[in-house]
Structure formats: structure tokens, C-alpha cells
């Protein structure tokens, strides 16, 4: 059995918990054992949760146990979720996290701790929710030389600039009905300000590039002072205006960015609608491909975390 513990029991945390309690046989099929969600770590009550049993305030009742062998990281931001994880790699525990801010902020200090202590320490819920663009850069894409990176790496974003133009209302409205249908967060700045693509870009592109990308010091322009006005002479001279992050090395230089950005039909992300994400890799031997689906949400992102907790536990077997 493969005892974990979820750092987090929100959106994503509580989806893990689900697509582990709920998949057992499927689970155990892939990993030849099976996957026991053994605590919960959360500061807030959850008595009517089923999981409520597991929950614990403490992290130290998560790190006394010895049987915990993987932590789930889902907490966010860099403060107590920085510790948590470093402490775990520092107990030879593997960690998985969906953690974009984390990584693209402390990656090259968590990876090292990882491979100094033997443990891996995995990310691909990260960037892309449910697509699973980091493990086929590492694995399916490791035979080329990526170029280039050309995505719309937000979803929030995507909706927000659809439903303006598609409904005729201001930024404003489009953002409150975004934040209606839980797409946006009450305090939307992360996600309409850029800073939430420019991290899921400096993640892509420290990997693609095998060198650490400070997401700080990429350009980054936010969508808010779009105007539907705007988006309406875009599509008059055959365009439409999305948040397109790129990035391509040039010798030893990384350019890159991330602003609104003017795409006409030919473009493969032209027709990417709604909270979808899609990411465009040009390569030197298989050429161009593209990554394309949900790229948040409670499931699909908890999915690539579950994905995640199943390869190391296939190499674990007991």
C-alpha cells in the first residue's frame, strides 16, 4: 500500500481525494498497488466531509508517521507551502504539487533538494491543468531541440476576451460573470494582470531550455484595459485579440513575453475558445505540435496530480 498525505483540501486537494477514493481497482491496476489517502492537512473544519476522519491541523502528525511516503502539495503561494515542501524532500518523501507559483519562484532549490535526498519531486498539474505538456517534453519530446513556446496559458483570460466580444459587454461584465461561473478568482490579478501565464511560461521555458527562467523578469502585460472596441477592429481586419505567451531562445538570450496579442485565422491558436488551454511547441525533427485541452478546474487538474502520485508509485512497488 502507498500511504499519502494532501498539504491543502481545496479545489484541487479535495479532487485528488475524490479521483483516489473513488478509482481504487482502476488505480491499483496502474500501480500495482493500492493508493491510501492517509491524512489531510488543513487549517479549516470540514465535519460534514467524508474525509473528515483524516484531517489533521498538524503537520507534525503527517511527518512523525514513517508509513506516509508521498506528499500532495496543493496549498498555493510560497510561504507556508514552501516549508511544507521543503521539509517533506528534507524526510526523503517524494512530493507532488500543482503549485505554479512554488515552482516557477523555488524550483531549482526544491529540484536539488529532491535529487540530493533521492526523491522526486513532480509538477505537472502546474501549467496546463489536464494537459499533459510536462511529461511530453521530458519523455515523448526528448529526442528534439524545442525552438520555441507559443501558448495561451490562461484560462480565465481566454473566457474573459470571448464573452466580450461574443456578448457585446465591457471587461468589467465579462469579469464578473467569469467570477460567477468560478473561473475567476474574487481577487482576479493573477489571472487578468498576466502573472499566472508568465509563471506557467517561465515553467515551460526552464524546462524546455534547460536553464532557470526568472518568470520576474519576463515582460508581462495583462488584459484589463481591453476594450470590446478593441476586440471588434481586431476581428474587422480578420484578427482576434488573445493573451499569447512565448518564448524562444536567440543565442544565449531568452526572449519572451507575455502581452494581448493580435492572431488572424491562419494561427493555430485562433480558434482556441472559452477557459481552454493550448500550448504550441515548434521543434527542430518532429516539427510543430500542439497541446490542447482544459487547463484548470477542480478534476482535470487533480488528474494530472493523481498522474503524478501513479508514476512514482509504479516505481515504489511493494
Known sequence: MMNLAIFGFGTVGS???EIITNNPEHLKNKTAQSLNVKYILDIREFP??????????????????????????????????YELSKRALLSKRHVV???????????????DIANRNK???????????????????????????????EGILNGTTNYILGQMFSNKI??????????????????????????????????????AFNKFIDYRKIPTEGIQNITLDNLEKAFESGAKIKLIATSKM????????????????SHPLYNVEDVNNAIVLNCNNVGQVMFYGP??????????????????????IA
Open 250 to 265: 536567440q543565442g544565449d538570450k531568452l526572449i519572451a513575453s507575455v502581452r494581448p496579442t493580435l492572431i488572424n485565422e
Open 119 to 149: 526523491v522526486c519531486y513532480l509538477y505537472e498539474a502546474c501549467v496546463g491543468g489536464g494537459i499533459p505538456i510536462i511529461k511530453s517534453m521530458k519523455e515523448s519530446l526528448e529526442a528534439n531541440k524545442i525552438e520555441s513556446i
Open 15 to 17: 479532487g485528488v481525494w
Open 97 to 111: 504539487t500543482s503549485n505554479k507559483e512554488l515552482v516557477a519562484a523555488h524550483g531549482p532549490e526544491l529540484f
Open 295 to 316: 487547463g484548470a478546474g477542480k478534476l482535470p487538474t487533480a488528474s494530472a496530480v493523481v498522474g503524478d502520485i501513479v508514476d512514482i508509485a509504479k516505481t515504489m
Open 170 to 207: 465591457s471587461f468589467a461584465d465579462a469579469l464578473k460573470a467569469a467570477q460567477k461561473n468560478g473561473y475567476a478568482e474574487a481577487n482576479p490579478a493573477a489571472d487578468i494582470e498576466g502573472y499566472d501565464s508568465v509563471r506557467k511560461l517561465a515553467i515551460l521555458s526552464s524546462l
Open 48 to 81: 460534514d466531509h467524508p474525509a473528515a476522519s483524516i484531517i489533521t491541523k498538524k503537520a507534525d502528525d503527517i511527518f512523525n508517521d514513517t508509513d506516509v511516503n508521498i506528499i500532495v502539495e496543493t496549498i498555493g503561494g510560497t510561504g507556508i507551502a
